[in-house]
């Protein structure tokens, strides 16, 4: 088999050509964050926290299939700390997906078998409470 060769999957209906984008995998990804603490003396410290995630279109089937295409996105996180002085409490408010971005995890194109395509969608934006102690 040549280098460049698909072997088996060559010319299969639905399946690879060459000069495809590998199916689930971007081409390019980002992650960036950024925090800062704020000491309040004998009442604790302030954290708070910001995630963002990016990555380029990404393609849900080994053929590229237009209709099973993921556009480009982005997804903002935050989170807010409180640390006790002790350092034995803490609390965290979150908020994943803050800005409620749509977009899809995966998808399988099933619309030559079955006509439709089978997707599950992000989650939308969260609030979550974290209380922890330690001993």
């Known amino acids: 088999m040549a280098?460049?060769?698909?072997g088996p999957a060559a010319g299969f209906p639905g399946g690879p050509a060459m000069?495809?984008?590998a199916p689930y995998v971007p081409k390019f990804k980002a992650d960036i964050g950024a925090q800062?603490?704020?000491v309040m003396g004998n009442a604790g410290s302030l954290t708070p926290r910001l995630d963002w995630t990016w990555q380029s279109k990404t393609y849900n089937d080994a053929a590229n299939s237009p209709i099973a295409?993921?556009?480009a996105y982005g997804v903002l996180n935050a989170h807010l700390l409180y640390e006790d002085a002790d350092a034995k409490w803490q609390a965290k408010f979150q908020v994943k997906n803050l800005t409620n971005k749509f977009y899809y995890i995966n998808e399988f194109n099933l619309y030559g078998?079955?006509?439709?395509l089978v997707g599950?969608?992000?989650v939308p934006r969260t609030?979550?409470?974290?209380l922890r102690r330690a001993f």
Not at 3 to 6: A, G, I, K, T
Not at 113 to 116: K, L, Q
């Open 3 to 6: 280098p460049l060769d698909l």
């Open 19 to 21: 000069g495809n984008m």
């Open 36 to 38: 800062y603490g704020f």
């Open 69 to 71: 295409k993921q556009d």
């Open 113 to 116: 078998a079955a006509g439709m």
């Open 120 to 122: 599950q969608p992000s």
């Open 127 to 130: 609030f979550m409470v974290t």
